[in-house]
């Protein structure tokens, strides 16, 4: 992107120019400079100026939104007193009254939902945004209406509130930003337990306020099967929970459009050929060990069941329910799972061993052409399959040069995956699961932990390093990374605070990947920052948990472990 001027950060010393607690921006941008004047904006007069002949729907709504938060965010600054010490240097100051939207010359005007799912490398995010001191009009400028909609969240942010008034400290601002990856993901499981669309809806709203773009709707499971499939019906009557407990057709396109609108795309996973025994309650002829005890002899977790993928029949159908699905979906990227495979379940199956023994063929053999096959079928219809890392590292089988790998069980496993040429996902259990540490979920066990604890605080997640261990030359083949949140414990209960502002510390890992001095990313910088967040998020009816005591977030490092 270019415009006229290259913006550089204004280096500051601690404690002297800027007014603690104010940088409030999350991602912190590529590049930003700011000032020490007091810039009042008053709401409900302010305007929002769309230079933009024909400018989509989509975007319309999203300047609403904005003027919606301009008037009822409402956040006090995180200061001692909340902002009261600002009111002399508030008396004096100037009002904005406008930002000017523009692209920039020869954009092609598009909807911010098609730029949302466009391909991987494709999107164009980035922005500038200026805002002078003077009370003139503030410009945001883009080359898509995908990044003047991440410009106007990081212009939400800027402002505080404090007896009547709304204002910043910051003017005069420059600002240029760019996404350092172009994945950046949050994985909610729907299966474990049910979580009503509203609840989705919310959750996407908070993933663009930080620029999270890819919603990972891990929507099925061994448990339930929710997602209303039109030519399998079966499936999700006896799949799901209850009737009420149900992703319809029009649900998930309503789900997929309000995504889109906030620029994020769905990348939607029907886990196979493991992770399927609901599919038994349906079909019992095309799933091993349904059910079987003890369950732990042949799954993860319970109940037992896989899909017998050696047979014909499974093969197809699977194919079938893949393609049938995917092909609802606007995204250019449908995940098959195939994690946690157990082949005990095969070994102790008749029907998957007759098949073996009558063709000649190895259990490896036969998932080589099951994989074929289901990925055959999506991409067929332009989709690129995504797959968890034991499909490249436990077995033996050809993966299209475009499938892209989520590293998951360890960050360690990431050098293996790029060894073998494939692009990666970066979401390693060990920095980036939000529902480690909560304990055993399973009955009988009480002295039992989760299996991957401890619990992953926000500040351990924002020192994971995307590179390690790979040399330069790998580098590309990381496109970002996500954090997960598996639902054996969560439901739409308690979803908000086990996510945020959790999940905000992978999303400036992969937008920003250093601050705008160039130094790299520190957890002593980054937490009154990500105070701001989690407080504006409550005031927008995020139920997002307290990251400390609300006097250390009036006081910045005080709390530190060495204060």
Not at 111 to 132: F, H, N, Q
Not at 537 to 542: E, K, L, T, W
Request: one cysteine or more; aromatic letters at 12%; charged letters at 15%.
């Amino acid at each position: 992107m270019v415009f006229s001027r290259h913006v550089a950060i204004l280096a500051l010393v601690a404690g002297c120019l800027l007014p603690s607690g104010v940088q409030a921006l999350w991602p912190i941008p590529t590049t930003l400079e700011t000032g020490v004047t007091a810039l009042k904006i008053s709401p409900s007069e302010f305007f929002f100026d769309v230079q933009i002949e024909g400018a989509p729907s989509d975007l319309l709504d999203a300047v609403a939104q904005s003027q919606y938060y301009l008037e009822n965010d409402k956040l006090g600054r995180l200061v001692v007193g909340r902002g009261a010490n600002d009111t002399t240097a508030l008396a004096s100051a100037m009002t904005i009254s406008n930002l000017t939207l523009s692209l920039t010359s020869g954009a092609t005007v598009e909807s911010i939902s098609s730029e949302a799912v466009k391909p991987l490398g494709t999107r164009s995010e980035e922005y500038a945004l200026t805002i002078p001191a003077d009370g003139s009009a503030a410009t945001l400028t883009a080359n898509s209406t995908l990044g003047l909609y991440r410009g106007l969240t990081t212009f939400n942010q800027l402002f505080y509130y404090y007896g009547g008034v709304t204002y910043t400290l910051l003017a005069p601002i420059a600002i240029t930003d760019t996404p350092a990856y172009p994945f950046r993901g949050l994985t909610l499981d729907t299966s474990r337990n049910y979580y009503p669309v509203n609840d989705l809806l919310r959750t996407l709203d908070a993933m663009s306020w930080v620029k999270i773009n890819t919603f990972h709707w891990h929507i099925t499971d061994s448990q339930s099967f929710p997602l209303e499939v039109a030519q399998y019906p079966e499936i999700t009557i006896n799949g799901a929970y209850s009737p009420d407990e149900v992703y319809t057709a029009s649900d998930v396109q309503y789900i997929v459009q309000y995504a889109a609108a906030r620029g994020i795309d769905v990348l939607m996973e029907i886990d196979t050929p493991g992770h399927t025994a609901i599919i038994g309650a349906t079909y019992p002829e095309y799933v091993a060990c349904f059910d079987a005890a003890p369950w732990a002899d042949y799954a993860n977790e319970p109940p037992a069941g896989q899909l017998r993928f050696a047979l014909p029949e499974v093969m197809n159908f699977t194919a079938s329910l893949l393609s049938d699905i995917a092909n609802t979906l606007p995204s250019y990227y449908f995940s098959t799972g195939g994690d946690e495979l157990n082949t005990n379940c095969y070994t102790d199956d008749y029907l998957t061993q007759q098949q073996l023994n009558s063709t000649g063929t190895t259990l490896n053999d036969a998932l080589d052409t099951f994989t074929q096959t289901t990925h055959g079928a999506l991409i067929a219809q332009g989709k690129t399959p995504v797959v968890w890392e034991e499909m490249v590292l436990d077995w033996n089988i050809t993966l299209s040069n475009e499938t892209i790998v989520m590293i998951w069980i360890s960050s360690a496993d990431a050098a293996a995956v790029v060894e073998k040429g494939f692009r990666i996902i970066q979401a390693p259990s060990n920095y980036f699961y939000l529902d480690c540490g909560a304990g055993e979920w399973l009955g009988d066990d009480p002295t039992g932990n989760s299996w991957c604890d401890p619990f992953k605080t926000w500040s351990e997640s924002y020192t994971f390093d995307p590179l390690a261990n790979l040399t330069e030359a790998q580098y590309e083949l990381v496109l970002g990374g996500e954090q997960l949140l598996w639902s054996e414990q969560s439901g739409p209960q308690n979803v908000d605070p086990i996510v945020w502002p959790r999940a905000a510390s992978s999303a400036e890992i992969f937008w920003s990947a250093k601050q705008p001095s160039g130094a790299a990313l520190n957890v002593t910088e980054a937490l009154p920052r990500l105070h701001d967040v989690r407080y504006r998020m409550v005031q927008r009816g995020i139920n997002a948990i307290p990251l400390q005591p609300q006097w250390c977030a009036l006081r910045p490092d005080a709390c530190d472990l060495y204060a």
